[in-house]
């Protein structure tokens, strides 16, 4: 006759028990959650217990992370994209018994919801339903342990509500999809947790056009372009000891317009030896396998490449975190990091993701810069006049301050699929160069108070040169015509001239 062991009973209560605690303190913690605050007590147990949840998937993936071979910060982009595949498969095993709400538990849910609720004023909450409901996400799963489709769109989170929200590790994102959240893997790109309902309001705006969006005007355009200029219509003053560069967004897409402006790109360099690039962002539309890669930025960049030009990318919406590996990129396995050349310091943000960590970093590298020229760069502009985004005034107000107060003389970004060069606000001279590889023809208001010059009639960009206190620029379009130019000084200079 089979024995029964006698822990059996016990365990099975001391299981039930537990099972019926647990169930007790999370119903606590969610009335807790709806009858407190944000900023309660009760709200800080419960961010507690969800910033532990998160260290726990932290821990594990970090365990599984370090068996792997270790991604160079100079990877190609095949070595990016097996590690990619490789890291998302073992965490997915790992995790194959993880459910909806591990993370975001009911408590943390309902907290979330209560500072999203409260953290932004009206116009706030209408600028980020706007940026949510325009956004590229159609077809991104609400399934724990399924990947974010690379082809999707990365929806910029506003910088009031990180700096509000609980604080996740580096590897982590919040990401709105509709009006859902999901919690989402920089790295493996995996949908760690999601929860419903996490922004206020309800209907979505009408989708746009395919040409309000600018996915249909590359054709539109190409009807327009021939062969650049025989003679090249230089404004710069081409100094020798000076710092030569040019500033392009908006580029990966890999279409022949996109190849036509490289071209004249890589003709003017013939008379004006620019030394580096600036991308602002949405480097590579749609997929990031290698391929792409080669479509979208190898082929089309490769004169350039072959005569050692560097580029230095920031990230955009439409960018994975993992392009900060690639070699070509030159961020060194950083979302955002400072570069010198010469007496100028550029300073490329990601301003998808600008969170308490980058704040704290760009405030203490700039106090401690005495470059005679300070230049940001980053994808989404803090002014603009577009039709279709405008201004990011969530960003501006986190990042302005800290340019005025450190004394940053340019702000380079993109994300508007035109150029515009803002009249100057507070001393900071700002710049759109965001028709890099689509165009959206039309989108400057006209008559906008903020506009000194603008062009969305053709795709084009900028050449730049520094030299001592000035800042010369010249912008071109596909045909190789001049459509802006000027000189500007740094702020510097500018105040020691007021003064005298």
Known sequence: MPTRSFLAPALSAFVCLSLLAGAAAQTKQTQQAQHGGPHSSGHAQVVADFQARVKEYQTLREQIERKLPKLPKEST????EQHKVVFQERVRSARAGARHGDVFTPAAA?????VIKTALDAQEKQEVRQTVFEAET????????????????????????????????????????????LLVDRENGLIVDYMTDALPGAGEPKPPTAAESGEAVGARVAAKATAPASALMLTLPNKEDSVRFVVIGDTGTGTPQQKQLADVMTTYRGAFPYEFVLMMGDNMYGGEKAADFRKKFEDIYKPLLDSKVTFYATLGNHDESNQRFYDHFNMKGEEYHRFKKGDVAFYCLNSNYMDKKQVSWLEGELAKDGSRWKVAFFHHPPYSSGGKHGSSTGLREIVEPIFVKYGVDVVFAGHEHFYERIKPQKGIHYFISGAGGKLRPGDVKENSPLTEKAYDADMSFMLIEVAGDEMHFQVVNRLGKTV?????????????AASN
């Open 110 to 114: 309902e907290h979330i919801r209560a």
């Open 484 to 496: 802006d130019s000027g000189v500007i000084k740094s702020r510097r200079a500018a105040a020691k």
């Open 77 to 80: 982009p095949e070595q990016i």
């Open 138 to 181: 159609k077809g991104v799963p609400l399934r724990v342990n399924y990947a974010y489709p690379e082809s999707r769109e990365l929806v910029e989170m506003s910088p009031t509500l990180l700096m509000k929200l609980p604080q996740l590790p580096k590897q982590l994102r919040y990401r709105f999809v509709g009006r859902n959240l």
